[in-house]
């Protein structure tokens, strides 16, 4: 049982453009999310996260939406760069630590 | 400020024999979790440690273990290894529970 989808394995967009990264999750008592940018064979390096009791955070070129009714987070990476070309996951947590449950990852490809 | 440090980053052993990996987390995080990644399965969730008890445990078999010493350090150790335990195993802190968590390089192994 997956708790949370990254339904789009893969996306690709043309630099200066904006990538639309999305996530949907199941567990009502997600509460904490993060996203992560990560190449093969190393760490995630943290991009940004927001809480729930926040509907947008903004950070630089990245923003993340919470759609908490619809069970919905996005990530917003605009003007888009061929150093984002990358894998993105994000990850969720509840009341229980820090337990990320982290979805299967889209794979951003951004062409000069 | 130095980051979350893995050792050794890369590694080969044999069926059955037993491994530890180490973790030093980044200095005043008293948080360390480890996680598991996979072709197949992802990033999975390991067990969690925090002031040197364990908080959280994910759905592994008693062969992977943790530890975590006062100085915040941790190492996870996997008994009896199977050819299915290869993978990229990633150690991350965080200052405490809804704080940012941030990972390391990870511990590539490899089970021949």
């Known amino acids: 049982d997956q708790q949370v989808k990254q339904n789009s394995p893969s996306l690709s967009v043309q630099e200066g453009r904006i990538s639309i990264l999305n996530c949907d999750y199941t567990?009502?008592?997600?509460?904490?999310f993060l996203w992560y940018k990560k190449y093969p064979a190393e760490g995630p390096t943290f991009l940004i996260s927001?809480?729930?009791?926040?509907d947008k955070n903004e950070d630089g070129r990245f923003t993340v939406f919470l759609n908490k009714s619809a069970k919905h987070l996005s990530l917003h990476i605009v003007p888009s760069q061929p150093g984002d070309s990358a894998v993105y996951f994000c990850?969720?947590?509840?009341?229980?630590?820090?337990?990320?449950?982290f979805g299967g990852g889209t794979r951003l490809m951004v062409k000069p | 400020k130095a980051g979350v440090t893995q050792t050794p980053r890369y590694l080969i052993k044999t069926r059955g024999q037993q491994v530890t990996l180490s973790c030093s987390p980044i200095?005043?995080?008293?948080?360390v979790s480890w996680y598991q990644q996979t072709p197949g399965q992802g990033l999975q969730f390991l067990f969690e440690?925090?002031?040197?008890?364990?908080?959280n445990k994910g759905n592994f078999p008693g062969r992977f273990s943790g530890r975590q010493f006062s100085n915040s350090r941790s190492e996870m150790n996997v008994s009896t290894l199977e050819l299915g335990d290869s993978a990229l195993y990633l150690c991350?802190?965080?200052?405490?529970?809804?704080?940012?968590?941030?990972f390391g390089e990870g511990s590539w192994l490899t089970v021949v």
């Open positions: 927001i809480s729930s009791i926040k």
């Open positions: 990850a969720a947590s509840g009341d229980a630590g820090n337990m990320l449950t």
């Open positions: 200095s005043g995080h008293r948080s």
């Open positions: 991350a802190s965080s200052q405490d529970f809804r704080n940012t968590i941030y």
């Open positions: 567990n009502s008592m997600f509460d904490y």
């Open positions: 440690y925090f002031s040197e008890t364990q908080r």
